[in-house]
């Protein structure tokens, strides 16, 4: 099954749950229990997406990480090529060395087309967009806990 890596997911996780640049900078250790990514993982994480100046991390006892720009400027492709690198999706679906536009494998046409698209999707798609999703998961749950006392 296609998807993005799991380090993706859970950086996107992460970073969905921190506050915009203006905000308070939360340590790594609350944004891992908040999100369910292992804390160990997640501090080896914030420093790849500090690298790619997503997330601002400042040290000391008013540390922590939070978003280096508002989270509606912050695409999922950006996140997914910080930690993966821009070829994460693989040139061949069948993982063929040799296959290219001049030589094509009998997927090739098929992979080229669904990576653009793939690729736009992720590129349009905002981390702002995920953060509401996950608001609107935690008033659902909320109201079902509610409803079943």
Same mark, same amino acid.
């Given at each position: 099954?296609?998807?993005?890596?799991?380090?993706?997911?859970?950086?996107?996780q992460?970073?969905?749950?921190?506050?915009?640049?203006?905000?308070?900078?939360?340590?790594?250790?609350?944004?891992?229990? /908040?999100?369910?990514? &292992? @804390?160990?993982?997640?501090? =080896?994480?914030?420093?790849? *997406?500090?690298?790619?100046? #997503?997330?601002e991390?400042?040290?000391?006892f008013?540390?922590?990480?939070?978003?280096?720009?508002?989270?509606?400027?912050?695409?999922l492709?950006?996140?997914?090529?910080?930690?993966?690198?821009?070829?994460?999706?693989?040139?061949?679906?069948?993982?063929?060395?040799?296959?290219?536009? /001049?030589?094509?494998? &009998? @997927?090739?046409?098929?992979? =080229?087309?669904?990576?653009? *698209?793939?690729?736009?999707? #992720?590129?349009?798609?905002?981390?702002?967009?995920?953060?509401?999703?996950?608001?609107?998961?935690?008033?659902?749950?909320?109201?079902?806990?509610?409803?079943?006392?």
């Amino acid at each position: 099954m296609l998807s993005l890596s799991q380090t993706t997911g859970y950086a996107i996780q992460a970073m969905a749950y921190l506050d915009e640049p203006d905000g308070e900078p939360k340590f790594v250790r609350d944004v891992a229990e /908040a999100t369910g990514v &292992p @804390a160990a993982y997640l501090a =080896k994480l914030v420093q790849k *997406l500090v690298d790619a100046g #997503l997330v601002e991390s400042k040290k000391g006892f008013w540390g922590g990480i939070r978003l280096a720009r508002p989270a509606r400027e912050i695409s999922l492709l950006e996140v997914s090529n910080a930690l993966d690198g821009p070829r994460w999706m693989g040139q061949c679906l069948l993982g063929l060395e040799e296959c290219s536009d /001049a030589r094509a494998c &009998p @997927a090739h046409e098929f992979w =080229k087309s669904a990576r653009d *698209l793939i690729r736009s999707k #992720l590129a349009e798609t905002r981390l702002s967009d995920v953060a509401e999703f996950e608001q609107r998961k935690k008033l659902t749950t909320s109201k079902t806990d509610t409803l079943s006392r």
